[in-house]
Structure formats: structure tokens, C-alpha cells
């Protein structure tokens, strides 16, 4: 056996760290150390029970922190909770069954009757999740402030976007606990495979957790009361649906519309979404089609359900549009604050609200800076209602129409008493006057754009 002189300056305790560095040395020039199976064991031992008690530590703090979102909603919400106050409740409900199921795994015991398959954890998607988390939590911050100094209808709709910003939290959260912690989580419906078909058949594995009690105003034997019945080919029990229906919007088509006043000088506001798209089994956001005119402002939106990386020089995507059945195009829409989609807004809007009018779908694929790409195949079924509204509030037209067609309708108005001004095929201030007050005169809507209505009550194309 090989003898090691002793160390200067070393006493006999520090002797054997330099031998075993020296063995380690040898040992590693030589080849792969081999443990003995039952070393093996016992360290593999030690490591897996240091990471369930970490694991464990973890999902204690979770569902104390879930737990307490529940008691604060429950007391918040009187005996008959508002739509998305329900859906909020039965959300963390699930998350706190699935999160003490997942603690009785990791402690051996017998599973709840809540059971789903396992996942695999996705670090880096429960690293994006919790970002959008924060940035949810901030969101409620603020809103809880302005509702704190709102009153009358200011502070109904504060209260609104503050419970549907509640819900969102409560998505993210399922959705960040299944990427960390590899929960599944059950769905209620699976989602058709393309706008208007019928649901599938499920093929994954089956779920025990309960579906909740069919609604009220919801049978069987036929659609839902809110539903649009010139498409019976919409399955109108989708959460969205019934929701719009409960907070009074109309519903047209695969279409909600929701009117009111802009908080800053009262003018109509519009948001038509296109739920389209829609996945029940995506808990961790929601993709959808929004037109929206907001203090004068025409916006297009594709709203998807990931976060995304924007040109950082531009905050723009790389977005394809292919509308019906015309060839595809390649366009630059603007990212929104949310990193959550992209848009087109102003003039652009309104050109492209006009060239989707007549169409029965429209494609969308963003592009992000990385490559990674994010479709949407969108039917507009319903969309003559939804573009309207938004082009009443906004003041356009969603006509396409040439600079002859201006000067056809300028001498229409000269000639039916209501002075335009000479016709010139520009659609200045004055045609926008002698317009409102045509449409004043006919009970439309005063908008002072040749829209659809004004232009038929004024014979022009006749």
C-alpha cells in the first residue's frame, strides 16, 4: 500500500481530505468511479427524499395561498355570485382538490375522487406562466385601487374587469401548477376541431372529476335561450356565450358585442369578440378575434393564448392573413402591452374590417422573434352585426368605396337638401355634416359616414 507523508502545516484530521483528493485524482484519471448497488440506493434515497420534502414544502405554500383566495372570495360574493364570480370559485375549487390530491400522492396516501392523468413538468413554460402571473396580479392591483375611488357606473365596470382579472389569475394558475408541478387538470367538454363542427370524441385518458349541473336556461331537448338561432350549427354552451348572456350583450353569431361610454368624454365604445377559436380545455388564456372602437379609435385584434417575443426595435410580428379562400398575405401588426397578440388599429383597422366584411373565415399566424408561430383559423359567422356596431361607434363606413363613389354620394346629399358642399370625392368635415344631418332626418345613427344603412336610404347604387 502506497504511504503519503504527512502534510506540512497539516494536523492528522486534515491528513485524510488530501488523501481522498489524491484517490479522487487517481480515480478519475483511471476511469468512472462505481459505487456498490446499495450506495447507489441509499443516495438516490437521500435525493428523493430531500426533493419531496422541498416538493411537499412547496405545495403547502400553494394551497394555503389558494385556500386563502377562496375564503376572501366566498365572504366577498353575496348568496348568488355574478357568472364569473362562479366560474372564479369553481377554478380555485379544482385547484385545490387537484393540489391536495397531488399531496396525498407524494405521502402514499389514497387519492381524492379527483383524478387526472399525469403530466410532464415544463420548467420553461411554468417560467413564462409565472411572469404573466405577475404581471395578472398587477393588473388586480391597480384595478382594486380605482375601484376604492370610483362610483355609479364607473365602478360597476372597475368591479368587472377586477372579477374577470381575478379569473384570468385563477387560469394562469392551473396552467403554471400543471407545467411546475405536472398536474392535470380536468376538462369539462372537449373543444370542436374546427369553427362550427360538432364535438369529437375525446381520445385522452378519461377524467372522474364531475361535470358541473347543466344550466337553468339550458335544456337537453334544444339550444340555450341565448342562443343566435340563424346558427343552430354554434354550440351556444360554451362559457363565453353564457356569460355575454348574463352581463346583457348581444350575441351574433360566433360574435359577443358589448356597448357602453368611454370614461374620458363619454363617447360610444364597442368590443365584438370572435370566440371562434376557442379551446374550454385551454386554461391558461384565451384566443379570439376583437373589434373594438374605443374613444374613436378602431382597433382589429388577434388575441392568442402564450406569451410572445416581439421585434423588440418595432414591438411588431410577422403575421399572415389569408382571408376565405384568396392567397395568403404577409403583413407587420403591432404588438399589445400584454405581449399576449397583435393588432392593427386606426385607418388600418377600418381597411381591414372592410376587406373581412363579406368573407366567411380568416386565417392568422403570428410570428414571433424566435420563429415560433401561433395560428388561428377564425369563422366570421355573425360578423355583419359586430362590424357595424363597431363602425357606428367609430364613425366609418364598412363599404369600400372609390373617390367616384364620394362624388356620386356628395351630389345625392346636394340634391336631397342637404348641402355637401361641391362634390370633390374627398369626405372632409362638411359631407360628414351634411350626412349626420340626412341621418338625423331618417332616424339612423348619426355618424356622419356613408355606412350601409344611410347610403340605401339615400338610393345610392340604385
Known amino acids: 500500500m502506497t504511504e503519503f507523508p504527512p502534510a506540512q502545516g497539516l494536523s492528522a484530521r486534515a491528513r ?17 468511479l462505481v459505487l456498490p448497488p446499495s450506495a447507489v440506493q441509499a443516495q438516490t434515497a437521500a435525493e428523493t427524499t430531500a426533493e419531496a420534502t422541498d416538493l411537499a414544502a412547496e405545495l403547502t405554500t ?24 362562479a366560474a372564479l370559485r369553481d377554478a380555485l375549487r379544482l385547484s385545490q382538490t387537484l393540489l391536495r ?31 404573466e402571473m405577475a404581471r395578472a396580479r398587477a393588473r388586480i392591483a391597480t384595478a382594486e385601487r380605482e375601484l376604492r375611488a370610483a362610483e355609479g357606473l364607473i365602478a360597476t365596470m372597475v368591479q368587472s374587469r377586477l372579477e374577470t382579472e381575478r379569473l384570468t389569475l385563477a387560469g394562469l394558475r392551473m396552467g403554471w401548477l400543471s407545467a411546475k408541478y405536472g398536474i392535470s387538470f380536468p376538462m369539462l367538454a372537449p373543444a370542436p376541431t374546427t369553427p362550427g363542427a360538432a364535438p369529437q370524441p375525446d381520445t385522452a385518458p ?25 346558427h343552430p350549427e354554434i354550440d351556444y354552451r360554451l362559457a363565453p356565450f353564457e356569460l355575454a348572456h348574463a352581463t346583457a350583450h348581444q350575441i351574433s353569431g360566433w360574435w359577443t358585442i358589448e356597448t357602453g361610454r368611454a370614461a374620458v368624454d363619454d363617447s360610444p365604445e364597442v368590443t365584438a369578440i370572435n370566440y371562434s377559436a376557442y379551446d374550454p380545455r385551454d386554461l391558461t388564456g384565451l384566443t379570439a378575434l376583437v373589434a373594438r372602437c374605443t374613444e374613436g379609435e378602431t382597433a382589429l385584434i388577434y388575441v392568442q393564448d402564450d406569451y410572445l417575443i416581439p421585434d423588440l426595435r418595432r414591438n411588431s410580428f410577422d403575421v399572415t392573413l389569408r382571408i376565405g379562400t384568396q392567397a395568403a398575405r404577409s403583413l407587420r401588426w403591432s404588438g399589445l402591452t400584454t405581449n399576449k397578440g397583435a393588432g392593427v388599429f386606426g385607418e388600418e383597422a377600418e381597411e381591414m374590417i372592410r376587406a373581412i366584411y363579406d368573407a366567411g373565415q380568416v386565417f392568422l399566424r403570428i410570428t414571433e422573434r424566435n420563429g415560433r408561430t401561433h395560428d388561428a383559423l377564425f369563422s366570421l359567422a355573425g360578423q355583419t352585426a359586430a362590424f357595424e356596431a363597431v363602425a357606428n361607434a367609430c364613425g366609418f363606413t364598412t363599404v369600400v368605396l372609390s373617390s367616384d363613389d364620394y362624388h356620386q354620394i356628395q351630389a345625392l346629399l346636394n340634391k336631397a337638401g342637404f348641402e355637401a358642399g361641391k362634390p370633390d370625392g374627398q ?36
Open 101 to 131: 390530491n397531488r399531496q396525498l400522492a407524494l405521502d402514499g396516501a389514497a387519492p381524492l375522487e379527483a383524478t387526472t392523468p399525469a403530466l410532464t413538468p415544463d420548467p420553461a413554460r411554468a417560467d413564462r406562466l409565472m411572469v
Open 16 to 32: 485524510p481530505a488530501r488523501v481522498s483528493l489524491t484517490l479522487a485524482a487517481c480515480l478519475a484519471l483511471a476511469g468512472p
Open 206 to 230: 378519461a377524467v372522474t372529476a364531475s361535470a358541473p349541473a347543466p344550466s337553468e336556461t339550458a335544456t337537453d331537448t334544444g339550444p340555450p335561450v341565448w342562443a343566435d338561432l340563424e
Open 62 to 85: 400553494e394551497l394555503a395561498q389558494i385556500e386563502a383566495e377562496l375564503s376572501a372570495l366566498e365572504a366577498r360574493f353575496a348568496e348568488t355570485p355574478t357568472p364569473v364570480e
Open 427 to 462: 369626405w372632409g368635415p362638411g359631407s360628414r355634416r351634411a350626412m349626420r344631418a340626412f341621418q338625423q332626418s331618417k332616424d339612423l345613427p348619426q355618424t356622419g359616414a356613408p355606412d350601409r344603412a344611410s347610403l340605401d336610404a339615400l338610393g345610392f347604387g340604385g
